[in-house]
């Protein structure tokens, strides 16, 4: 397990604390919407941390090509129709450059600022010219506001249960995933970065925001700075 991330429930779970058997059943809401809406059509992308394939399925639907990895073996084999590679994005060098390169599921918020930097500088290594970086970050209050708890038509309820300083500014995130027939828990590490901090961890691995995708804030099309 990668340190300070633990996960309970059915089946197998990744190093970061994940259920391989939630992220089959949870569903996918907006995201592949917000992504055709902010990449040029038949792009071909690279998804960092795709899991089952979540997402990665209706983009393909979309009309997209998409590189999903995935340091999980066990979520990489419910992947279809696209190209998977097993690694730690930190490592990943396919000597490929791409359209879009996908950092999301708030992976930028990791509590290891090297690893966050890694991960950065995984999305510059594989950005084609004129490419984009889409991220996704956490809410401005999601550390502040919880307890907080959303229930899903599918029968899903969702809880933040808390989020805890360990000290250096992270937090330690408790999540419960409760269906009628089962419950997983994730235990994670989250740094919160301030509009200033995200933008700086940004332009650290010469990165600049270009636009905000969502009301919210959370999902952002970078590029490479002038
Ligand atoms: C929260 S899950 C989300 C999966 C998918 N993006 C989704 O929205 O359904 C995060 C995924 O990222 C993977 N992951 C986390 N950190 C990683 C790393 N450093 N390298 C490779 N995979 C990683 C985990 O194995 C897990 O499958």
């Avoid at 899991?51 to 997209?64: C, M």
């Avoid at 390169?101 to 990791?110: A, D, E, G």
């Avoid at 809410?139 to 229930?151: F, I």
Wanted: net charge negative; hydrophobic share 40%; charged share 20%.
């Amino acid at each position: 397990m990668r340190a300070g991330h633990q996960g309970t429930g059915p089946g197998t779970i990744t190093p970061d604390g994940c259920a391989v058997e939630l992220y089959s059943r949870l569903p996918v809401g907006a995201d592949p919407d917000i992504v055709a809406a902010a990449v040029p059509a038949g792009a071909h992308i690279l998804e960092l941390g795709c899991g089952v394939g979540r997402v990665t399925h209706p983009l393909l639907e979309r009309g997209f090509t998409v590189t999903a990895v995935d340091e999980s073996p066990e979520m990489l084999d419910r992947v279809r129709g696209a190209r998977t590679v097993c690694a730690p994005i930190e490592d990943l060098d396919l000597g490929e450059s791409f359209d879009v390169v996908m950092l999301t599921s708030f992976l930028v918020h990791s509590a290891d600022v090297g690893l966050r930097r890694a991960l950065l500088r995984t999305c510059v290594r594989h950005l084609a010219a004129g490419g984009c970086v889409l991220i996704q970050r956490e809410g401005a209050d999601w550390h502040t506001n919880v307890p907080r708890e959303r229930a899903d038509p599918s029968g899903l309820t969702v809880r933040i249960a808390s989020a805890e300083p360990v000290g250096d500014g992270v937090n330690s995130v408790y999540a419960e995933y409760v269906f009628p027939d089962a419950t997983w828990t994730q235990t994670f590490l989250s740094r919160p970065l301030t509009d200033e901090q995200f933008d700086a961890a940004l332009a650290e691995e010469g990165l600049t925001a270009q636009a905000y995708l969502t009301d919210d804030r959370t999902w952002v099309r970078a590029g490479l700075a002038a």
